[in-house]
């Protein structure tokens, strides 16, 4: 007599993964951020044609797919002279530059993209990235056990505000910090009437014009050449503007504005990815700097995106010194990263790590 055999006993083989690589960016990008990581969500079809709009380049894209489902999705351009065959991820440089897996892809499609990579490129830059990066990460680990040369170069430290966290400790903002906010918003009243604006989704594109008038009463604009900007023409205008295009990143981008008479005096700008908000940058009109601005700005900024709830800030690089007083905490390191495939390439790149390594940040 024979027993039936329950569905579980069979053997199950890993999915099948098959790369291709196709020129242009392929619509598979947004299915694979969709069921990707909430973190990089963000990192959608739109996101890169707005690089591409803003920074130029031509893109192809590396699509890995497991039983005919895309998982991995990856736009490179060229980078330096052709004859190098080198690569690059596009993207922004705010809040980093990476590319989408889904939740869930094997160890498979790893494989398989590298493959496909190494018979393509001869090196390929990721970044900048966080050291926990949730896609980059397992590429990078999956490059060296197949014996590519993956070199970093530190960017800065990360800063990271777990409002869950500090909101467990007691109350959050503290009294004495309401205290004193209420004592600058009273003498900025005395400039005019001021209006605490919440800003996303139908705002935009229009809205950037609003930021861009702080940013060119601001230092970058008297200190500087202006190419930092990230709202007016000169500086990244272009790229969030072209990005706010797709309704979905336009919900993502929120800012908090304040006026006073109707005149833009601060601003903070981020991208909400779930609970998690990626601080992109902030500026004031130095009129009003005597009475902190930026700083009510944010604490408003942060109680309206609890009540939506976000419960992680993440500040990127920059100034800690105010961060830490709103209580953010060192978080992972962001570096630029090199993967060079086996053979040449990789002898190359361990030749010249130290420069690469040299031309980055130093703590």
Known sequence: MTKPMRLADFQQLPPA??????????????????AGSASHAF???GWYAAALAAYGGAARTLVVEEDG?????????????????LAAVPGCYWPFRSFPIALGA???????????????????????????DATAMPLIAAARMRGWTTIDR?????????MAAVQAEGTWPRNSTLRKNRFHEKHLAEHGVPAWHFLHG???????????AVEEASWIATRTDGSDAKFTTTGHGAFWRAAA???????????????????PAAFSFDLDAGDLKYAIANSYDPAFAKHSPGKLLYYRNLVEAIGRGVTRVDWGAGDSGYKQVIGADRGPAI?????LPPRLPALAGRLLRGLWQRSGQHR
């Open 106 to 132: 094997g160890e498979g499609a790893l494989g398989a993209a590298l493959d496909a990579l190494a018979g393509t490129i001869n090196g390929l830059r990721i970044g900048p990235v966080y050291d926990d």
């Open 17 to 34: 993964a098959r790369a291709q690589i196709g020129d242009g960016l392929s619509v598979a990008i947004d299915r694979v951020a969709e």
């Open 43 to 45: 990192l959608r079809y």
């Open 69 to 85: 489902a895309p998982v991995l999705a990856l736009p490179f351009v060229g980078l330096g002279p052709a004859m190098l065959r």
């Open 245 to 263: 295009a797709d309704p979905v990143l336009a919900d993502m981008l929120r800012a908090a504005l304040l006026t006073i008479d109707g005149r």
């Open 154 to 162: 530190f960017v800065a430290d990360s800063w990271l505000l777990d």
């Open 335 to 339: 570096r630029d990263w090199l993967l």
């Open 202 to 212: 139908a705002d935009w594109p229009a809205a950037f014009d609003r930021l861009a």
